[in-house]
C-alpha cells in the first residue's frame, strides 16, 4: 500500500472553517464512493489553524491521473469540489486551479 500527504489552505475565516468542518462530518455518500472506487483504501485529513493535510493510503489500482479523469466526468464530485473553493484557498506556489499540493516526507523513523 502506498501512502501520499497532501496539503491545502482554507480561507482564513472562523466561521467558514468550521462551515468546512460539519461538511465533512457528513461528506456526501457519492463523494466518499468515488474515493473508495478509485484505489484510495483509507484517507484523513487534519485541520491546524487554516492548513489541511489529507493523508491517503492507495492500492496498487490507484493513480491521480484516472481520478482527476473520473472527476472530471463525475458531477455530484463537480459539484462538490465547486462547493468546498468556497473554503478552500490554493498554498503559494500552486498553479492556477490547483488545491491539493503532495509534501515532500523529509523524516521516517
Not at 478509485?38 to 492548513?51: A, F, K, V
Not at 492500492?59 to 481520478?67: D, I, T
Request: net charge negative.
Amino acid at each position: 500500500m502506498r501512502r501520499y500527504c497532501l496539503a491545502l489552505d482554507l480561507v482564513e475565516d472562523a466561521k467558514l472553517i468550521e462551515e468546512y468542518k460539519l461538511y465533512h462530518q457528513s461528506v456526501w455518500p457519492e463523494i466518499k464512493e468515488s474515493i473508495r472506487l478509485s484505489g484510495i483504501e483509507d484517507m484523513e485529513i487534519y485541520l491546524t489553524c487554516n492548513r489541511l493535510f489529507m493523508i491517503m493510503e492507495v492500492n496498487e489500482s490507484f493513480s491521480f491521473e484516472a481520478k482527476g479523469a473520473a472527476d472530471m466526468v463525475n458531477p455530484k464530485v463537480q459539484e462538490w469540489e465547486s462547493l468546498m473553493w468556497k473554503f478552500q484557498q490554493a498554498l503559494p506556489g500552486a498553479k492556477p486551479g490547483e488545491k491539493w499540493i503532495m509534501t515532500d516526507r523529509i523524516f521516517k523513523l
